[in-house]
């Protein structure tokens, strides 16, 4: 298992020195599709983001549209997928390599990443399938579906397969066992370390959260979104709250921590490589944080109740937004405000301890609200990927009630699982398949590209013409 997770890990995250810092290619494959697609879709991510904003308000739905969720629940289902741990790790990680600099790239990079949602998701739901009252789509249907449209069904059908196969392993790690792992260790943690009582019965803490998986994901789509829909807003909510407050009580340092974000970004004299290497160490996180790009959330958002497919990539071009424009942000500004110093810069001393000290320097107390965040994010995201993995699953064997109920009891038991076994091989092989994925639907996206252009032109069109007084 080793050597293979080695090989592909070495394939998808090859990198190539730039200005002294390493650029996975896979970073750079994902950056141009925000690039490209902010172009050609004429800044949607900026000028089309209060139609997104009234759309999950339920302004422009109506009675009768065909789906299993509303557009709210479907953007929560897939934010409560990009939502995880990373947001609070991650950023630290960017932050002690690159310095308050990457801030600034982090949020470029989850604008782009806006486009790319739009172009996934509206696809996800042009193409989608309806069967029993059940919807499936997703990168797995648009690629094969829409490539055979453009006359290339056996490409099409061979990437599809490729993506969904590539895609219940990859669940298994990122949405799954690295989740699992960090959720069992904050709990740990916070109720004594070593004296708790899941120190030395992670398996414990893992069966437990297993549980609570399995009462939500057993009801399908629409039992993850009832629960999403009240789980994202909350756990997001209390997570912007306790930084807010952190920054708001060192106000004082803020105009100082702006003006590093700033200054770091494009100073020459950057750590990690000058100013190009903190860019890139911006970039990265935010790509790997919101997933614009891998398709993922194209799964959920296919769900949705709308017959207008471009209404949906709207709903779906506010999850960078939230996950890494406002959330990573937040992370980064408590960090710069209080416990961040430049003597960091290259030493490695990153991750949630780094983000947790954060915290604890101005409110003591402030690291208990934070792991429960934090153990909501992990919680959620495993509700996602579940789903992500099921429809990448059913896609591969065919639906029905035995194969989802079999994908379902096998995934749980990777929840436990990865609570109690020291992650190796296989989350490192799953993590590179999860990324492996951008290469097919990215290329999917270019070749069908004029299509979402056109079809995003026709409903500007259809929708100023429904409101020209």
Avoid at 304 to 312: D, G, N, Q
Avoid at 324 to 344: H, R
Avoid at 379 to 396: C, P
Wanted: with cysteine; net charge positive; glycine share 12%.
């Amino acid at each position: 298992m080793r050597p293979l997770a080695d090989a592909v890990s070495g394939f998808i995250f090859f990198a190539v020195p730039v200005a002294g810092a390493e650029l996975p290619l896979i970073v750079l494959w994902l950056i141009c599709a925000g690039v490209f697609f902010t172009g050609y879709l004429r800044l949607v991510n900026i000028r089309g983001f209060k139609h997104a904003v009234d759309l999950v308000r339920g302004k422009h739905k109506a009675p009768g549209d065909p789906g299993e969720i509303s557009q709210f629940q479907a953007l929560t289902t897939a934010v409560s997928g990009t939502v995880g741990i990373g947001n609070i790790a991650g950023v630290a990680v960017a932050i002690s390599l690159g310095g308050p600099g990457a801030t600034l790239w982090l949020i470029v990079a989850g604008l782009l990443g806006m486009s790319a949602k739009l172009a996934e998701c509206t696809l996800a739901v042009m193409y989608r399938r309806e069967r029993d009252g059940q919807v499936s789509g997703g990168p797995m249907h648009y690629l094969e579906r829409g490539l055979a449209a453009r006359n290339w069904p056996k490409v099409g059908r061979a990437l599809g397969l490729f993506y969904g196969a590539a895609m219940v392993i990859g669940c298994l790690g990122i949405g799954n066992m690295f989740q699992s792992n960090q959720a069992t260790a904050i709990l740990i943690d916070v109720t004594g370390g070593a004296n708790s009582v899941f120190a030395d019965r992670a398996w414990l803490a893992g069966l437990l959260l297993a549980a609570a998986v399995a009462l939500v994901i057993i009801g399908g789509i629409r039992s993850i979104a009832n629960t999403t829909a009240k789980l994202v807003p909350a756990m997001a909510g209390l997570y912007v709250l306790s930084a807010l407050t952190i920054i708001a009580l060192n106000a004082e340092a803020l105009p100082g921590a702006i003006a590093a974000i700033w200054n770091g970004a494009f100073s020459p004299e950057g750590v990690a490589g000058g100013a190009l290497g903190v860019m890139i160490l911006g970039f990265r996180r935010a790509v790997f944080s919101n997933e614009a790009g891998l398709g993922s959330a194209a799964i959920a958002h296919a769900a949705a109740r709308t017959k207008e497919p471009v209404s949906e990539g709207f709903v779906a071009l506010l999850e960078p937004f939230i996950d890494t424009v406002v959330i990573c942000t937040l992370t980064a500004l408590v960090i710069i405000t209080t416990v961040y110093d430049p003597a960091l810069a290259g030493s490695g001393v990153s991750g949630i301890e780094l983000t947790t000290r954060a915290f604890a320097s101005t409110l003591s107390w402030s690291p208990i609200p934070l792991s429960i965040a934090a153990i909501l994010f992990a919680y959620s995201t495993i509700l996602a990927w579940s789903y992500y993995g099921l429809k990448a699953f059913t896609y591969l064997v065919g639906e029905g009630r035995g194969a989802e109920l079999g994908f379902k009891l096998f995934f749980l038991t990777f929840v436990v699982l990865g609570s109690s076994i020291q992650l190796g091989a296989l989350v490192d092989l799953s993590d590179a398949l999860v990324f492996v994925v951008a290469i097919p639907n990215l290329l999917g996206l270019y070749l069908m590209a004029p299509l979402i252009r056109r079809e995003l032109i026709s409903y500007e069109r259809r929708l100023r013409s429904a409101t020209r007084p």
